[in-house]
């Protein structure tokens, strides 16, 4: 380092690009930073780097830093775009991958699960904060909705926090302030600010905040969606402590919201724009338009009771599945989840050969169906069989070789047999 400052008449350089450091502004106008640390960085440089990742701008800034490292460093800058974009996501995952993988896990929801990662996938990869995605995901219980938002997050490496509306209501009334929101995904995100600000922020329950028909000041409904506009825009949001006075600054451009709930209250809505049924509860005339859109659309919201300014900053609405009898069945045989397969692994590790009658997934699917609680119903319907099946076995271990059951075991949980 020494050498190459003499040779360039003791100015400093930058250690990347050998732009030779200035306390005067450049050309452009903007002066360069002239740092104590080695190696010295120029402005933009350091710009570029705060993009590739934490790692790498931490050991940026060590004084120990190797001569190598410098030279990964410099390729690594030469191949980074200007300082107004960020490093493609593509580099670090492969969207049809993360599908799959989504895919494995998660079932009756292939489109569902697309689009919902093509919305994350933009804001992650964003040059231009106005085509900022936001998502409303609704659905009945047990069709996956936080479900796939976690493995989302997971698979893309983001930090996320599933939030309850039900807890919050207006700044400076009882409960839980939406500020706390973003509080939290800061907390997630480890309390880095960059972090959080690519992360997901999931408001769950959030049919319960239609518009009160009460009359008065709705703090626990229709306002706590209003306190959501800024961050729903884009713009910078404060981080408060316990006291209420801003820490810091959180740009909520690249910031993914999915405001999730079953809104039930909207299928007689959507019927009657779709149907065309007049007040009286009668259909006024045969609708034949093919094009209409039979899709949840921000009308049928707005017409249940949210504030058009609330539903206009979405500009996605995605409705999962109702779960299907197959797809109950493919969720029990298939799913990387499967509480069915994950008894039965359990069962062979302890020695035991498990046969079972394939009309015995048919018969827990269909009982899952009747509990109208979507797939978490598979996981009290399978516990249910299996739990007499496996006191047995923990309590007479190695006394058995092979373990029956049958479509009737799920119907009388005593009905299995261990020989």
């Not at 976690?150 to 983001?158: G, R, T």
């Not at 949001?237 to 919201?257: K, N, Q």
């Not at 197959?326 to 069962?347: A, C, G, M």
């Not at 015995?360 to 069989?385: C, D, F, H």
């Given at each position: 380092m020494?050498d190459?400052?003499?040779?360039?008449?003791?100015k400093?350089?930058?250690?990347?690009c050998?732009?030779?450091l200035?306390?005067?502004?450049?050309i452009?106008?903007?002066?360069?930073a002239?740092r104590k640390?080695s190696?010295?960085?120029?402005d933009?440089c350091?710009?570029?780097?705060?993009e590739?990742d934490?790692e790498?701008q931490?050991?940026?800034?060590s004084?120990n830093y190797s001569?190598?490292?410098?030279?990964?460093l410099?390729?690594?800058?030469?191949?980074?775009k200007?300082?107004?974009k960020?490093i493609?996501i593509?580099?670090?995952?492969?969207?049809?991958d993360?599908?799959?993988?989504i895919?494995s896990?998660?079932k009756?929801q292939?489109?569902?699960?697309?689009?919902?990662?093509?919305?994350?996938?933009?804001?992650?990869?964003?040059?231009?904060v106005?085509?900022k995605?936001n998502?409303?995901?609704l659905?009945?219980?047990g069709?996956?909705k936080t479900e796939?938002v976690?493995?989302l997050?997971?698979e893309f490496?983001v930090?996320y926090?599933?939030?309850d509306?039900?807890?919050?209501?207006e700044?400076?009334?009882?409960?839980?302030?939406t500020?706390?929101m973003i509080k939290?995904?800061?907390r997630s995100a480890g309390y880095s600010i960059s972090k959080?600000?690519?992360?997901i922020?999931?408001?769950?329950?959030?049919d319960k905040?239609?518009?009160?028909a009460d009359?008065g000041r709705?703090?626990?409904?229709e306002?706590?969606?209003?306190s959501?506009l800024?961050?729903l825009?884009?713009?910078?949001?404060?981080i408060?402590?316990?006291?209420g006075d801003?820490?810091c600054?959180m740009?909520?451009s690249r910031l993914t919201?999915?405001?999730?709930g079953?809104?039930p209250n909207l299928?007689?809505?959507?019927?009657?724009?779709?149907?065309?049924?007049?007040?009286?509860g009668?259909r006024n005339?045969?609708?034949?338009?093919?094009?209409?859109n039979?899709e949840y659309?921000?009308?049928?919201?707005i017409?249940?009771g949210?504030?058009?300014e609330?539903i206009g900053r979405f500009?996605?609405i995605?409705e999962l599945?109702?779960?299907?009898?197959e797809?109950?069945?493919d969720?029990i045989t298939?799913?990387?989840?499967s509480?069915?397969?994950k008894?039965i692994?359990?069962?062979?590790?302890?020695?035991?050969?498990?046969?079972?009658?394939?009309?015995?997934i048919?018969e827990?699917a269909?009982?899952?169906?009747?509990?109208?609680?979507?797939?978490?119903?598979i996981k009290?319907v399978?516990?249910?069989?299996?739990k007499?099946?496996?006191?047995?076995i923990?309590?007479e271990?190695n006394?058995?070789?092979?373990?029956?059951i049958?479509?009737?075991?799920?119907?009388?949980?005593t009905?299995?047999?261990?020989?």
């Amino acid at each position: 380092m020494e050498d190459k400052n003499k040779n360039k008449n003791q100015k400093l350089v930058c250690t990347i690009c050998d732009q030779a450091l200035l306390k005067n502004p450049n050309i452009s106008g903007k002066p360069y930073a002239v740092r104590k640390t080695s190696p010295v960085i120029c402005d933009m440089c350091s710009q570029n780097l705060a993009e590739i990742d934490d790692e790498n701008q931490s050991k940026l800034e060590s004084k120990n830093y190797s001569q190598n490292s410098i030279k990964s460093l410099k390729n690594a800058a030469t191949e980074t775009k200007p300082a107004t974009k960020i490093i493609k996501i593509q580099e670090k995952i492969k969207l049809m991958d993360l599908i799959a993988n989504i895919k494995s896990v998660i079932k009756g929801q292939d489109e569902q699960v697309k689009m919902i990662a093509t919305a994350i996938f933009r804001n992650q990869d964003l040059e231009s904060v106005e085509i900022k995605s936001n998502v409303i995901l609704l659905g009945g219980s047990g069709c996956g909705k936080t479900e796939i938002v976690k493995i989302l997050a997971n698979e893309f490496k983001v930090p996320y926090v599933i939030e309850d509306a039900t807890r919050f209501s207006e700044a400076g009334y009882f409960g839980a302030s939406t500020d706390d929101m973003i509080k939290n995904l800061y907390r997630s995100a480890g309390y880095s600010i960059s972090k959080a600000e690519r992360g997901i922020l999931v408001i769950d329950e959030g049919d319960k905040k239609q518009a009160s028909a009460d009359s008065g000041r709705d703090v626990s409904g229709e306002n706590v969606l209003f306190s959501l506009l800024k961050m729903l825009e884009g713009s910078r949001v404060p981080i408060v402590d316990d006291h209420g006075d801003a820490m810091c600054y959180m740009d909520t451009s690249r910031l993914t919201i999915i405001f999730i709930g079953a809104f039930p209250n909207l299928i007689k809505i959507r019927d009657k724009r779709v149907n065309n049924i007049g007040s009286v509860g009668f259909r006024n005339q045969e609708n034949t338009n093919k094009n209409i859109n039979k899709e949840y659309i921000a009308e049928d919201f707005i017409s249940g009771g949210f504030p058009k300014e609330f539903i206009g900053r979405f500009d996605m609405i995605v409705e999962l599945n109702k779960l299907t009898t197959e797809n109950l069945k493919d969720i029990i045989t298939n799913s990387k989840k499967s509480t069915f397969v994950k008894y039965i692994e359990e069962i062979e590790k302890k020695g035991l050969k498990v046969s079972y009658s394939e009309d015995i997934i048919n018969e827990i699917a269909v009982e899952t169906e009747k509990l109208e609680i979507g797939a978490r119903g598979i996981k009290k319907v399978v516990q249910e069989m299996f739990k007499n099946i496996m006191f047995d076995i923990l309590v007479e271990e190695n006394k058995y070789t092979e373990c029956i059951i049958t479509k009737n075991s799920v119907l009388d949980p005593t009905n299995y047999t261990l020989v």
